[in-house]
């Protein structure tokens, strides 16, 4: 059997960077056979110009909206976007479906191994069944009047069951709170019990108002959509304490975005999930927080609470590339006491995990098959090293 052997100016693990002085070795399809210092490695080694990292792992994509690429203008703020989303997502299938091939070649090419993509439609089927990436696809199901939650949530079940049927994973996963009703969250939670379930949570402040007072943007939203939530009466809390005690049997919870999360929210978070015997995962992506309300995720507050970070793309409507390097490199600009380790592990081991992919994926563990990068020091560059994975 034939084995490659690759050496870098460092070797991340998936947990932690080693020295220079370690080599990789894998198998032809890439599984992973060792990891041994260069002095009992043997000849054959390719040395290459930065760290040896496992892939990358998406953890929050919107393939389907690739052909929304630069239309939609930056810092407008979140209810303007989701407006324009719903507006102008509407295209000739064969444009989506050209740029749903793009959007996917450009993960491969920065480095991704494996998405969780969120999925309103099942345009993306025809790609992802060619398997060249790894996806967990999240169906997405919103719809805030609750006399329509069982339509909404069989519609979720019948996108899932088409994946299904052609052989991809997925799982049914909620909008957001100010779009999700709790009778839809409650199909939501029954369907999602021991599974992974994702939220957008905590995204922009006027999601946070439309919990505390009502007094809120999104109201104006609905009321442009033609929705009479007349009915609705704020419950007087924070978006977080409102809808986290809702999805109570998912096994694994994404929380995507954060951006306006506080430590109160995150204690409240951790609390429940000790109670509920859930793991959270605080999914960031910074890009599209800065494209769409330019704000940053509470990074510090997140690390120092503990929290199980992880590394998205959103789409492109709301970020001008999919790039999980991207995403790093703009989170070391803005919080620069980060390491290049913890971004890593960020973007690989934790995001394995969150998917539940980690016999696989996020780590240099032998036997397993995580793809091999090399990763520029100074996160402006990745490459993939040849190979099956």
């Not at 939609?72 to 703020?77: H, Q």
């Not at 506080?262 to 494209?291: G, K, M, P, R």
């Not at 998205?312 to 380790?341: C, M, V, W, Y």
Request: proline share 4%; with cysteine.
């Amino acid at each position: 059997m034939a084995y490659l052997k690759i050496q870098g100016s460092g070797l991340f693990d998936g947990r932690e960077m080693l020295g220079p002085e370690q080599v990789l070795i894998t198998d032809e399809q890439g599984k992973v056979a060792a990891i041994i210092a260069e002095k009992d490695a043997g000849d054959d080694i390719r040395k290459v110009n930065g760290i040896v990292s496992p892939g990358f792992v998406n953890c929050h994509c919107h393939l389907e909206l690739s052909h929304m690429k630069a239309l939609l203008p930056e810092s407008t703020g979140l209810v303007n976007f989701v407006t324009g989303v719903m507006q102008q997502r509407s295209f000739a299938p064969e444009q989506i479906a050209e740029a749903i091939v793009a959007g996917e070649d450009e993960m491969y090419r920065g480095g991704v191994v494996a998405v969780g993509d969120i999925c309103n439609t099942t345009h993306t089927i025809q790609q992802k069944e060619k398997g060249r990436l790894t996806y967990h696809n999240f169906m997405e199901v919103s719809g805030f009047i609750p006399a329509g939650a069982g339509a909404r949530m069989a519609q979720a079940v019948q996108n899932l069951e088409a994946f299904n049927s052609a052989g991809l994973n997925g799982s049914i996963t909620a909008h957001a709170p100010y779009s999700v009703s709790p009778a839809l969250f409650s199909l939501i939670n029954e369907h999602s019990a021991g599974k992974i379930t994702s939220v957008h949570n905590q995204e922009t402040p006027e999601e946070d108002a439309f919990f505390v007072t009502g007094d809120s943007a999104f109201r104006q939203l609905y009321s442009m959509l033609g929705a009479d939530i007349s009915f609705y009466q704020a419950p007087g809390c924070r978006s977080l304490r409102h809808w986290l005690p809702l999805l109570d049997r998912p096994a694994q919870v994404l929380l995507v975005h954060n951006t306006c999360s506080t430590t109160e929210d995150i204690s409240l978070a951790l609390q429940q999930a000790q109670l509920h015997h859930q793991q959270l995962f605080w999914t960031l992506c910074v890009n599209a927080n800065l494209y769409i309300e330019n704000q940053v995720p509470p990074v510090g507050l997140l690390r120092e609470m503990g929290c199980t970070i992880t590394v998205g793309t959103d789409s492109l409507a709301s970020n001008r590339q999919l790039s999980i390097l991207a995403e790093l490199k703009t989170l070391q600009t803005h919080f620069p006491d980060l390491t290049l380790a913890e971004l890593l592990r960020w973007a690989t081991f934790n995001g394995a995990q969150a998917l539940q992919l980690q016999d696989r994926y996020g780590s240099f563990e032998k036997g397993r098959q995580p793809g091999v990068l090399v990763v520029d020091e100074g996160l402006n560059g990745v490459e993939r090293v040849d190979g099956r994975w």
